[in-house]
């Protein structure tokens, strides 16, 4: 292997590392705050990609379809949760306005910009409604229980995926097409984009996190449920909005990655779980663990998959083992109790 | 009471019994299709060839007077569902043969149901496994050529164009590794080296990494043996690494989406393809030309579209057990379903010279597969469209 290829093969693995680090932060601040395994955050990536492409090529835009059904139907939740059964009528009104206005309007075509902006903002409206649909009102449940509610929504999404767009394979245009040369090494403009996007959200997520208060509460309701509610913070607000940001982030993932490769229905199983993997290696609880680990997973990938491409997956996924293996015993010493 | 009401329901059975015996009993053929999943763009044109022919026959009068009846099951691109499907169109459905499935690894999973249930199976795959050996493929045959057949058609083209050397990339499946194993036989009979191989799975979405293994072996040609959309990430990936040399893709790219995806970007790649891609320029010396242009005219008339050579295998599937049902039906009843399956299996192994859409097939026990490399064509892509080599 030359310096070339592998500096080639560095820069990819970080590429595809840091949609995995996007995935791996979302699902980070789930579990952190909701105690939640997300098994459907690689479906966020494919419901943020789709509904780009379907909003900049005129395609039904199923993501739109999908965020008026969610709102209309957390609006009835909250509804009948007060009891105020004559009002039924005013969501539903609006659901069905909104979907008749989805169905009347022209086919859009929105610049690229624009319409990956649309998706990620409905996709993460999306990830809040099921929050307040599938795990709120079981909050207290344990975690085999959300298991089991994040396996059906994955199933439940990728089954949508397919009844908006179908089974076919479609490209999003990226926003410069091309690469630049740094001696004999390629590197595509959209890899740089990822790159640049992900340490800017990363950035963002420090700001919110370190500066606002609502970001310090979060903080507080991961570290420590019952003395963030003694102290005013509302965990199921917090579980609200770590839905909203984690699914938002996947969009993002999804939104960049789309123009590098082909968006299907089915891209989301096996990005969730890279960057599941990627979130383990990194502890499952920090957030510059799960980036480093996403990034981690991606460089691996490339290297494995150019060194001996017929187990280049297996390695991914074996990685968890000794990762796993070596924190148990790190524990161990330390004298924690496991 | 109860007992006039036993009594009419009583009637009414034996009514229906004697109807049924004066009508003529339907041809119930399942077919277990890759309607969703990876195959979905291979199983969708599998699927509206199979309505079609069901419909055709039908309004000119069934098969010697025989209603033809095609159940048809959606496998999701998995081996397991497939399994699943066929056991239901045997055991529900009372399917006398059943077409399974789009691609290699489900055909193969298929293979033991159909075996101990004796139901002759026609697949639409590619993989040699799937009819070899034929001693313990007794009940399943196979339209789409065998692999060796189109690799070694494109190996000649290679020596043709003076390729040397040639690496290969394919899937981590039967398919890929059929095409591979092919390529290791083929390759070196023609003197041509292959200096690289890679895989990668269906549902792989960067082949960054082994793109660059490829180049950096740098060989004269590269052969991608894929089905879309990941074969298309395959060329894409290996032309961003800044390869120049000929790209080969197999025939198993050949519908609507590889030209589609690829654009501009896929010009100069060859394949060897079969018939029904370039139905309007077969010349009109091959025997089958007819059969394929009357099928691309048909399909044409009700979907609007060429249909794919995935639709192709299906057409064949039907009339092949066409051809043999009504050869079947002057000695069985299709009311003795373990003699029909029999007797139908016999009269497909029997099949010779039968022209059809994907070539000339001439089945014997030892060949389920039938067809020869007269059905094989080479074709340059050419700004989204096919030319004939030569």
Redesign the interface.
């Known amino acids: ?2 310096i070339g ?1 592998a500096l ?2 560095l820069v ?1 693995g970080l590429t ?1 590392g840091a949609i995995y680090a996007l995935l791996g932060l979302g699902i980070v601040l789930i579990y952190n705050v909701t105690r939640v395994i997300n098994i459907a955050q690689g479906e966020f990536v494919m419901l943020g990609a789709l509904t780009a492409v379907g909003l900049s090529t005129g395609r039904a835009a199923g993501g739109l379809t999908l965020a008026v059904l969610a709102g209309t139907a957390w609006a009835l939740v909250a509804l009948l949760g007060r009891r105020r059964w004559r009002w039924v009528w005013l969501p539903l009104a609006g659901g069905a306005g909104l979907w008749w206005l989805l169905g009347a309007l022209p086919p859009w075509h929105l610049p690229p910009l624009p319409a990956a902006l649309v998706a990620v903002a409905a996709v993460a409206f999306v990830g809040a409604a099921l929050y307040r649909l599938t795990v709120q009102p079981v909050a207290g449940a344990g975690e085999v229980v959300f298991l089991i509610i994040t396996t059906g929504l994955y199933l439940g999404l990728q089954g949508l995926g ?1 009844l908006f767009w179908g ?3 479609y ?1 999003f245009p990226s926003v410069h097409a091309g ?1 630049i040369h740094a001696g004999n090494v ?1 590197v ?1 403009y959209q890899s740089v984009l990822v790159l640049l996007a992900t340490l800017l959200i990363l950035a963002l997520l420090w700001l919110f996190f370190e500066r606002t208060l609502f970001g310090k509460a979060l903080r507080a309701a991961a570290m420590n449920r019952a003395g963030a509610r003694l102290v005013g913070i509302s965990p199921s607000r917090a579980g609200l909005v770590a839905f909203a940001i984690s699914a938002g982030l996947s969009a993002v993932a999804g939104v960049l ?1 789309a123009p ?3 968006a ?1 229905y ?2 989301g199983l ?1 990005l969730g779980l890279k960057g599941f993997v990627g979130a383990v290696v990194g502890g499952l609880a920090g957030y510059p663990g799960a980036v480093l680990g996403g990034l981690a997973v991606g460089v691996l ?6 060194g001996t ?2 187990y ?2 297996a390695i991914v996924y074996g990685l968890i083992v000794p990762v796993l293996l070596l924190r148990v015993l790190a524990i161990r010493r330390r004298g924690v109790a496991p | 009471m109860r007992r006039t009401r036993v009594l009419i329901m009583g009637m009414l059975a034996a009514f229906a019994l004697l109807f049924g015996a004066a009508y003529a009993q339907d041809i119930v053929i399942g077919a277990a299709i890759a309607q969703t999943g990876p195959a979905s763009s291979l199983g969708s044109g599998e699927v509206d060839a199979l309505k079609l022919f069901e419909q055709q026959v039908n309004q000119a009068g069934g098969i010697m007077g025989h209603n033809l009846k095609i159940v048809v099951l959606d496998t999701a691109s998995d081996p397991s569902k497939a399994v699943l499907d066929v056991r239901k169109l045997v055991s529900e459905n009372d399917a006398l043969a059943v077409i399974c499935c789009t691609t290699s690894p489900e055909s193969l999973a298929v293979i033991d149901t159909l075996q101990r249930d004796r139901v002759p199976n026609i697949s639409l795959a590619a993989s040699a496994s799937i009819v070899q050996p034929a001693s313990d493929r007794h009940w399943v045959f196979k339209t789409p050529p065998l692999d060796s057949v189109m690799v070694t058609r494109e190996v000649a083209d290679m020596v043709a164009q003076g390729v040397k050397t040639v690496g290969f990339i394919g899937f981590n499946d039967a398919y890929g590794q059929g095409g591979l194993a092919e390529l290791k036989k083929a390759a070196p009979a023609h003197g041509v080296d292959i200096v690289d191989t890679e895989s990668f799975a269906r549902s792989d979405t960067n082949l960054s990494s082994q793109a660059s293994h490829l180049v950096n072996a740098n060989p004269d040609a590269v052969l991608i043996w894929a089905i879309p959309p990941a074969g298309n990430v395959a060329q894409k990936a290996i032309q961003d690494a800044g390869y120049q040399g000929v790209i080969y893709q197999s025939y198993g790219m050949t519908n609507e989406t590889f030209l589609r995806l690829g654009g501009a970007s896929l010009n100069g790649t060859r394949l060897s393809v079969l018939p029904v891609i370039v139905y309007d320029k077969l010349p009109g010396s091959l025997p089958f030309a007819s059969t394929v242009q009357d099928f691309v005219a048909q399909y044409q008339k009700v979907y609007g579209s060429a249909p794919s050579s995935f639709a192709g295998h299906a057409w064949d599937a039907g009339l092949i057990l066409q051809a043999a049902a009504e050869r079947v039906l002057a000695s069985t009843s299709p009311g003795d379903k373990a003699a029909f399956r029999s007797a139908l299996r016999d009269a497909i192994e029997g099949l010779h010279g039968f022209q059809a859409v994907d070539g000339t097939f001439n089945f014997s026990p030892d060949d389920h597969s039938g067809l020869g490399s007269s059905s094989a064509v080479m074709v340059t892509v050419h700004d989204g469209a096919y030319q004939l080599v030569r």
């Open positions: 292997m030359t290829t080639f093969l990819n595809n397919l089974p076919g394979s490209s690469n390629r595509s990655i590098l490769t082909y299907t089915d891209m096996s990938e490339a290297f494995a998959a150019y491409s017929a280049g997956e």
